[in-house]
C-alpha cells in the first residue's frame, strides 16, 4: 500500500524544498511539481511533491488525518 500526505511548503532551495507536516519537517523534491511556491500544501509521496492543492483542501485533508489518528 502507498500512502501520500499533504504538506505545507516553508521554503525552496533550486528544486528542493522544506515542508511541514504536523510540527515535523522534511526535505523533498519539486521536480515533478516546479510551479509550487512557498505556502502552498502539496500531496507528497516517497519523498516527492506530486501534486500542488489549494490552501482549502490541504488543510482540511490534514484535519482529517489528525482525527483518524485520535481515534487510532
Do not use: F, W
Not at 507536516?21 to 511556491?37: D, F, H, M, N, W
Amino acid at each position: 500500500m502507498c500512502v501520500a500526505i499533504p504538506a505545507r511548503v516553508n521554503s525552496i532551495q533550486g528544486e528542493q524544498a522544506e515542508v511541514g507536516i504536523g510540527g515535523i519537517t522534511r526535505t523533498v523534491s519539486l521536480q515533478l511539481t516546479p510551479e509550487a511556491k512557498v505556502g502552498d500544501y502539496v500531496i507528497v509521496h516517497t519523498g516527492y511533491a506530486i501534486n500542488v492543492l489549494d490552501q482549502q483542501e490541504g488543510e482540511e485533508t490534514l484535519r482529517l488525518i489528525e482525527a483518524i489518528a485520535r481515534t487510532a
